[in-house]
């Protein structure tokens, strides 16, 4: 059995990175990736896809990447209850094992720019 999901696209917003209790770093990111077809308007849609990333790929995506960094996953999908109001729902989330940074640089600092 393959459980195996490759996505390419834009981060769309700054990359956030979490460190939980356990001290485990956490991140999530939302790949703006563009169908490769026209819907019926001549346009082409663009889904919005969340993936989760620990520890090493969350640090190396915040060290990287901005908002508009163009980045591969390859990752796995996995279904992740979620109770709202009394209510079970099964939400599927990507997540991460490996990140291709294809036109990411590392982010200056403020001493580098002035």
């Not at 990359?15 to 790949?31: A, P, Q, R, Y």
């Not at 908002?67 to 209510?87: A, E, P, T």
């Amino acid at each position: 059995m393959v459980n195996n999901v490759v996505v390419i696209g834009r981060i769309t917003r700054e990359v956030n990175v979490v460190t939980l209790d356990s001290g485990k770093k956490v991140s999530e990111v939302c790949i703006a990736v563009q169908r490769n077809f026209k819907n019926f308007e001549g346009s082409y849609d663009v889904d919005f896809i969340h993936a989760t990333l620990w520890e090493g790929l969350a640090s190396i995506v915040s060290s990287y990447c901005t908002k508009g960094s163009m980045v591969s996953i390859v990752g796995r999908l996995q279904v992740k209850n979620v109770h709202v109001d009394d209510k079970k729902f099964n939400v599927l989330e990507l997540i991460a094992e490996s990140i291709g940074l294809i036109d990411s640089k590392p982010k200056s600092t403020s001493q580098e720019q002035g």
